[in-house]
């Protein structure tokens, strides 16, 4: 397989693949599942291979990554430089291929909902060992989780504790941005008839607080930036035109320059007053470079009052 060069005479653009350009194939035919179940097929029968040639179809296939890698990041920067093309570009990675791909590639985070998925899939033993578990019901954006306890975790005493000691913490480890943690009920169990329930919440050993109140919420303006200290860090709060509260590290994700001087536009784009660099103050993206992000830390509101959660 070549690769043309710019000195090269440039190819025609197309979106289809030898595949996908088969007489009587609509377009969109392929299906992710069934291409991933076909390498996940090869990689199968690389493991009986012996060890030099697996490394050399390793570092054959870093090399090729590497050049999607940066053939994608630079179409990207390309495209953010034109603001009418940037709507068009989130919506493209919306697409199941294009999203896989660049997952892959690691120039682009995982959505909330696999962080969310993620992060209840690291509890369920522990729920599990106790005849419980715990469902993702819905995700309502921006921040806002709506969960289900069920089995011995449905009208569990113990249930708040467990929410919020294990379920709602792995939750804000993971997401930060997730400001509302929400229950529905279900008459539902998964649990075994002849188990008795657990009144001892699996998450009550060692459990403790570690959110700091540092203000009051009415110092943060709306659409405006504001920079506390936090212990040795210093730390910027944006409020948006819902109320909605986001916490980041005073630090460009470029050289960790201060951001609390910069402007912000009327789409709530912060611009790093020392080179430029653009973030979106709604999820910390940086829509220059976008593997450079800002150091999300988590925040709540609580009685009036802004609070970061202490780590460690």
């Known amino acids: 397989m070549n690769i043309q060069t710019p000195t090269q005479a440039a190819p025609k653009l197309s979106s289809e693949s030898p595949r996908d350009s088969r007489p009587g194939e609509q377009e969109g035919a392929r299906d992710l599942e ?35 890698r940066e053939g994608f990041r630079r179409l990207i920067r390309h495209l953010q430089k034109a ?102 009920n279900r008459n539902s169990s998964l649990a075994d008839a002849s188990s008795k329930p657990q009144y001892i919440s699996p998450f009550a ?41 986001h916490c980041y590290r005073n630090a460009c994700g470029h050289l960790g320059m201060p951001l609390d001087d910069g402007s912000v536009d009327a789409d709530g784009i912060l611009t790093c007053p020392a080179h430029g660099f653009r973030f979106l103050l709604d999820s910390g993206d940086c829509l220059t470079v976008p593997e450079v992000q800002l150091d999300v830390r988590a925040v709540r509101i609580l009685s009036g009052n802004v609070q970061v959660r202490k780590e460690g």
Do not use: M
Request: hydrophobic letters at 40%; aromatic letters at 6%; charged letters at 25%.
């Open 83 to 184: 603001p009418e093309a940037v709507p068009a570009l989130r919506r493209a990675v919306e697409d199941p291929y294009l999203y896989a791909v660049l997952r892959s590639l690691g120039l682009i985070k995982a959505s909330l909902q696999e962080r969310i998925e993620a992060a209840l899939d690291a509890v369920r033993p522990g729920l599990e060992g106790h005849g419980g578990n715990v469902e993702l019901v819905e995700v309502r954006l921006p921040d806002t989780v709506v969960l289900r306890l069920v089995g011995s975790c449905h009208g569990c005493p113990s249930s708040s504790l467990t929410l919020s000691e294990g379920v709602e913490k792995a939750i804000r480890e993971a997401c930060p941005e997730i400001a509302h943690i929400e229950t529905v």
């Open 34 to 68: 069934t291409d991933l179940s076909q390498i996940g097929s090869l990689k199968k029968i690389l493991e009986e291979w012996d060890e030099t040639q697996k490394r050399t179809v390793k570092t054959l296939q870093d090399a090729w990554e590497d050049v999607y």
């Open 205 to 245: 050993i060692g459990s403790r607080s570690n959110w700091i109140s540092l203000f009051p919420l009415s110092e943060i303006p709306i659409r405006q930036v504001v920079a506390r200290e936090f212990g040795q860090d210093s730390l910027i709060f944006w409020r948006s035109d819902e109320g909605t509260v």
